[in-house]
């Protein structure tokens, strides 16, 4: 059997394993006439008749709905490289023009950027949204800034394999990148939509040691566990998405989309993807999705949900998300996670209010019950130092004393704190603690320290006057006027010594 080859077609034996050795490349490789990897790389025509236009909206932050013919990538590509500036002047610098920033910065005599004409020439082939033209417009920005990184990178890979067509040699794209020419190499191959100043110094940089030793690490970096290929190719997960929503005959979600790019050798076990990466990732966010949403969250089907996907994975590093990259829409999905940290900030601080409440009534409730036992405590000491005071006057009365030498009885013992009982403005069970009082509530330090200058039973008066600390116009004889919840302070008498001492 004779395999066919593009140019030739021969029936001899070593022209069929050359044939066959020569089939060897990727699956879409172009022929010998051209320098481009996949797709059309020719610039469609404009579309003078606007109806005529398809409609585009914009999906995620970089993604289009799908459309019949040219996708928007494609187009944008064709025209980020109709319209290269080459080398610019940027910040002082003269740079390749790599970024989206470059085109918006590389303007003519007239002040239009290399941006506008993209911009211009992507709206002369599709239509927008008329309600959603900002979000459209904007889109575009960010998908180019996505689609010239992968051009700078196809670049290299399209010199390579051009270089090794010239030489009787067919490589695969998939492993071009690992061979690297020498700069004289690279010129030889330059690409149409590249000047040759520009493309002189791509060779330059390609060429360098440094530029390899990079290259060779961020290989190693996609082939680590972290990394997550999909089985979409050229696909973004938007278009999957809907080419399932047209098989399946409903709205599929995004997930379901990205889990079908991640699917393992059974594509009905969501539990087992490619990679243990992306089982990990998938079972991280679902657990996080079911925890805030609850035991019946349909997470498979449901939109994504930007919270539990920004919690699991510890923010957008790198800014980037760990999984769905792509599918959200950041200028949406930011804003919501800055209102949900602002409501949860609230919301935690209002409960840290309420739990400090909590504790003042709990703390209020100990102190009134240690001086209720105070005030007990308080009446025993009084009727055992009338007891003793009784003792000693009979003792007096037998030896001959007089009874002036006998001390002082304490005065009699305060009555019962009566506390000052107000409506409360909040008759929740935390206010049951101080029964509404107006007057606040004396810390345990406060009580010890006023049960430890005599006051028993009594809240301190803060407010001063004649009733404060230091006894007032009771000049240390006994209990002072209490206050509306049963305050004042007493002031023992003070006794020179003990009369017994003498005797």
Partial sequence: MTISHRRTSRSSNSSTARAREETISSHNEPSDEEDHLRGSAELPPTIPNMEDRPLVEPVGDKHWTAVQGRTPSSVLTCLLKHHHPGLIMYRGKTVVASTWKHYQAAKDSSGKSKA??????????????????????????????????????????????????????????????????????????????????????????????EFKEKSVRNRGNRRSRNFKPHKGGSNSIAVIRQKLSRKYGRDVSDVEAWVHTHRGLNPEDVTS?????????????????????????????????????????????????????????????????????????????????????????????????????????????????????????????????????????????????????????NPSPDNAATHGSCVREETPEEILSRIAYGGFGACANTNGGDDGATGGANNGQGFGNGTASGGGNYSPPQVDGFPLDAL
């Fill in 273 to 425: 993807l490619n990679t243990e990466a992306a089982t990990e990732c998938l079972e991280t966010y679902k657990a996080k999705a079911i925890e805030l949403n609850g035991i019946d969250f349909d997470w498979l089907h449901s939109p994504v949900d930007v919270r539990a996907l920004y919690q699991c994975n510890c923010g957008r590093q790198h800014g980037k998300w760990a999984t769905f990259n792509g599918t959200i829409d950041d200028t949406e999905a930011l804003p919501q996670l800055n209102r949900s940290r602002s409501s949860v900030a609230a919301r935690r601080q209002h409960q840290d209010v309420e739990e400090q409440l909590r504790k003042e009534a709990h703390d209020g409730r100990l102190a009134k019950q240690y001086a209720e036992s105070m005030l007990e405590w308080g009446r025993m000491v009084q009727a055992r130092d009338e007891n003793l005071q009784r003792f000693m006057e009979t003792v007096a009365v037998q030896i001959g004393l007089p009874l002036t030498t006998v001390p002082y009885p304490l005065p009699p013992a305060p009555p019962a704190p009566v506390y000052a009982i107000s409506p409360s403005p």
């Fill in 116 to 209: 506008d004409f993209v911009d211009e020439g992507f709206w002369q082939r599709f239509r927008f949204n008329p309600a959603i033209e900002a979000k459209s417009r904007e889109q575009v920005g960010r998908c180019c800034s996505d689609l010239l990184g992968s051009m700078m990178y196809y670049a290299r890979i399209a010199a390579t394999l051009a270089h090794f067509r010239s030489v009787g040699r067919k490589i695969c794209d998939k492993i071009a990148g690992q061979f690297y020419l020498t700069r004289e190499e690279y010129i030889a191959r330059r690409q149409k939509w590249c000047s040759e100043d520009c493309w002189a110094a791509l060779a330059t940089e390609w060429s360098s040691p």
